[in-house]
């Protein structure tokens, strides 16, 4: 007999198999009072109290549950419990402004919000919302079996994640269980997790459902640290305290430990013991080779999108690398990898990355425009630029949506040039990423001021950062006489961003 492939699975391996093993640990510094250190029988006893409160609202099969939280077990609890229980969960960047999350909460017309008690969210509503922490927890019914999910089906949206892409308004991407199932499967294979790991949430869990970790860790009963906020000294420390061994982040978090470990008193922890997972922008291949160096820990790399649950490729130094030059191995680590197990890529004619294969999306949620234009002809349009090699691992060489990508963080360039253009001194914007050390890539907008106009660039960084999620403002302003276009008054971006590309690689040079 066929059995649906759903987030479920997990959760009731752990409760079986590794009903004693420790769960979560969750962040001790944080508004909300954190969740005692719990057993995956206790957490999933947890989950299901979860599930019972919100039958207790009247919360519907396939209605939307929204949380706003930096990385909390409560958040973690939320993952699993609303889509093992026939509910789609919406995990919302806990960056994002009012305006921004509220138009989140209704384009998915969730029924239920969670905010974390840390974020100030004024005129944010849903039928009904609580406060994470004591007030929500108030809901949670240990004395009560949830109802039982009447039809699991793995083609069931389970996850709305709303990414940035070349437009102002996000998009919500609609995971389905078997996306999430497969990732997360595939996801653990590659990074070789097993049953003796520890992992450091690292990444902020509303990022493509933290890319499914929490989903295959629970399944091999991997104890869960959680992370709150990044910071490089805290991460050494939990790394010491709890036998950390997997992370994933972007290359500003591994920047950050490098940065913390030259003035660590003693050994860096974990050496010869951690492995590093990073995506979100190609890391210098300098970086590779210091956290090799410096931290003794493995530099793995992945290559995907919200839109692909994430991972589409996977790179690690194969056993027949081990005896290239250091140098060598972290140039092949630059690249963005093989193919995952099941995924095929291939590259169109104007060299941008296509994908196929059973993590892409359902589509886009109340967006079939979108959904059209972005999976067509059977395959789906990743936007971004790209080569395959001999050996068949890809390389991205630039993103044709525009989309910058700042400390992992995706930002809409046409966002920010709207936020610019609203200042009167302002008669022309472009916005485009250039390099950073720390960040990857950081905001650079150039702009032609208006006619008899005056302003200076902090206070166009000001009225930016008044108007958008702090990451998303430039973090320097060029003036310029003129924004050059094509005939037909296009702005080419990646011509503008040639000179500051090309610098950074002459320096490496």
Same mark, same amino acid.
């Given at each position: 007999?066929?059995?649906?492939?759903?987030?479920?699975?997990?959760?009731?391996?752990?409760?079986?198999?590794?009903?004693?093993?420790?769960?979560?640990?969750?962040?001790?510094?944080?508004?909300?009072?954190?969740?005692?250190?719990?057993?995956?029988?206790?957490?999933?006893?947890?989950?299901?109290?979860?599930?019972?409160?919100?039958?207790?609202?009247?919360?519907?099969?396939?209605?939307?549950?929204?949380?706003?939280?930096?990385?909390?077990?409560?958040?973690?609890?939320?993952?699993?419990?609303?889509?093992?229980?026939?509910?789609?969960?919406?995990?919302?960047?806990?960056?994002?402004?009012?305006?921004?999350?509220?138009?989140?909460?209704?384009?998915?017309?969730?029924?239920?919000?969670?905010?974390?008690?840390?974020?100030?969210?004024?005129?944010?509503?849903?039928?009904?919302?609580?406060?994470?922490? !004591?007030?929500?927890?108030?809901?949670?019914?240990?004395?009560?079996?949830?109802?039982?999910?009447?039809?699991?089906?793995?083609?069931?949206?389970?996850?709305?994640?709303?990414?940035?892409?070349?437009?102002?308004?996000?998009?919500?991407? /609609?995971?389905?269980?078997?996306?999430?199932?497969?990732?997360?499967?595939?996801?653990?294979?590659?990074?070789?997790?097993?049953?003796?790991?520890?992992?450091?949430?690292?990444?902020?869990?509303?990022?493509?459902?933290?890319?499914?970790?929490?989903?295959?860790?629970?399944?091999?009963?991997?104890?869960?640290?959680?992370?709150?906020?990044?910071?490089?000294?805290?991460?050494?420390?939990?790394?010491?305290?709890?036998?950390?061994?997997?992370?994933?982040?972007?290359?500003?978090?591994?920047?950050?430990?490098?940065?913390? &470990?030259?003035?660590? %008193?003693?050994?860096?922890?974990?050496?010869?013991?951690? /492995?590093?997972?990073?995506?979100?922008?190609?890391?210098?291949?300098?970086?590779?080779?210091?956290?090799?160096?410096?931290?003794?820990?493995?530099?793995?790399?992945?290559?995907?999108?919200?839109?692909?649950?994430?991972?589409?490729?996977?790179?690690?130094? /194969?056993?027949?690398?081990? !005896?290239?030059?250091?140098?060598? /191995? &972290?140039?092949?680590?630059?690249?963005?990898?093989?193919?995952?197990?099941?995924?095929?890529?291939?590259?169109?004619? !104007?060299?941008?990355?296509?994908?196929?294969?059973?993590?892409?999306?359902?589509?886009?949620?109340?967006?079939?425009?979108?959904?059209?234009?972005?999976?067509?002809?059977?395959?789906?349009?990743?936007?971004?630029?790209?080569?395959? !090699?001999?050996?068949?691992?890809?390389?991205?060489?630039?993103?044709?949506?525009?989309?910058?990508?700042?400390?992992?963080?995706?930002?809409?360039?046409?966002?920010?040039?709207?936020?610019?253009?609203?200042?009167?001194?302002?008669?022309?914007?472009?916005?485009?990423?250039?390099?950073?050390?720390?960040?990857?890539?950081?905001?650079?907008?150039?702009?032609?001021? &208006?006619?008899?106009?005056?302003?200076?660039?902090?206070?166009?960084?000001?009225?930016?950062?008044?108007?958008?999620?702090?990451?998303?403002?430039?973090?320097?302003? %060029?003036?310029?006489?003129?924004?050059?276009?094509?005939?037909?008054?296009?702005?080419?971006?990646?011509?503008?961003?040639?000179?500051?590309?090309?610098?950074?690689?002459?320096?490496?040079?």
């Amino acid at each position: 007999m066929r059995v649906p492939l759903t987030v479920a699975d997990f959760l009731d391996r752990a409760a079986q198999v590794f009903a004693d093993t420790t769960a979560t640990v969750d962040e001790p510094d944080q508004p909300a009072p954190p969740v005692p250190t719990t057993t995956y029988a206790a957490f999933a006893d947890r989950v299901r109290a979860w599930q019972a409160g919100l039958d207790a609202l009247g919360v519907g099969e396939g209605e939307r549950v929204a949380v706003v939280s930096p990385n909390s077990a409560r958040l973690l609890e939320l993952l699993h419990a609303a889509p093992a229980s026939g509910r789609v969960c919406v995990p919302v960047n806990f960056r994002l402004k009012s305006d921004e999350v509220s138009y989140i909460v209704e384009h998915s017309g969730a029924s239920v919000l969670f905010v974390d008690p840390g974020l100030d969210l004024p005129g944010v509503t849903a039928p009904h919302r609580f406060t994470l922490g !004591d007030e929500s927890d108030a809901l949670l019914r240990f004395d009560t079996e949830p109802r039982p999910w009447s039809s699991p089906d793995e083609d069931a949206t389970a996850t709305l994640n709303y990414t940035s892409g070349t437009t102002a308004r996000p998009k919500g991407v /609609r995971m389905t269980h078997r996306n999430i199932w497969l990732n997360a499967v595939t996801f653990a294979l590659h990074a070789r997790a097993w049953e003796r790991d520890v992992y450091l949430h690292v990444l902020p869990m509303f990022h493509c459902n933290g890319w499914g970790m929490p989903y295959g860790l629970a399944g091999l009963g991997v104890p869960q640290v959680v992370l709150r906020k990044v910071d490089g000294t805290e991460i050494l420390r939990r790394v010491r305290d709890h036998g950390v061994t997997l992370m994933c982040g972007a290359p500003a978090v591994w920047n950050a430990v490098l940065d913390a &470990a030259r003035s660590w %008193e003693g050994e860096v922890p974990g050496r010869g013991r951690v /492995r590093v997972v990073c995506a979100g922008a190609p890391p210098p291949s300098r970086t590779i080779a210091r956290v090799g160096d410096e931290l003794g820990w493995e530099f793995l790399q992945l290559y995907g999108l919200t839109e692909t649950s994430p991972l589409l490729t996977f790179n690690r130094t /194969r056993p027949g690398d081990d !005896d290239l030059p250091a140098d060598e /191995r &972290a140039r092949k680590l630059s690249r963005a990898g093989a193919p995952g197990i099941g995924v095929r890529l291939r590259i169109a004619e !104007d060299g941008e990355v296509l994908a196929r294969g059973n993590h892409v999306m359902a589509g886009y949620w109340r967006n079939e425009e979108a959904t059209d234009e972005a999976v067509a002809d059977g395959w789906f349009h990743t936007g971004d630029g790209g080569s395959l !090699d001999d050996e068949g691992f890809l390389t991205i060489s630039d993103r044709k949506k525009d989309v910058i990508i700042t400390g992992g963080e995706n930002v809409s360039s046409i966002e920010v040039e709207d936020a610019l253009f609203t200042h009167p001194a302002v008669a022309e914007a472009a916005v485009i990423g250039v390099p950073h050390e720390k960040w990857g890539e950081t905001i650079k907008a150039l702009v032609v001021p &208006a006619a008899g106009a005056s302003v200076t660039e902090a206070e166009l960084i000001a009225h930016c950062k008044a108007r958008l999620a702090g990451f998303k403002a430039p973090t320097s302003v %060029e003036f310029r006489d003129a924004i050059p276009r094509t005939a037909t008054g296009k702005v080419q971006k990646f011509r503008l961003r040639e000179p500051y590309w090309a610098e950074r690689e002459g320096d490496a040079k």
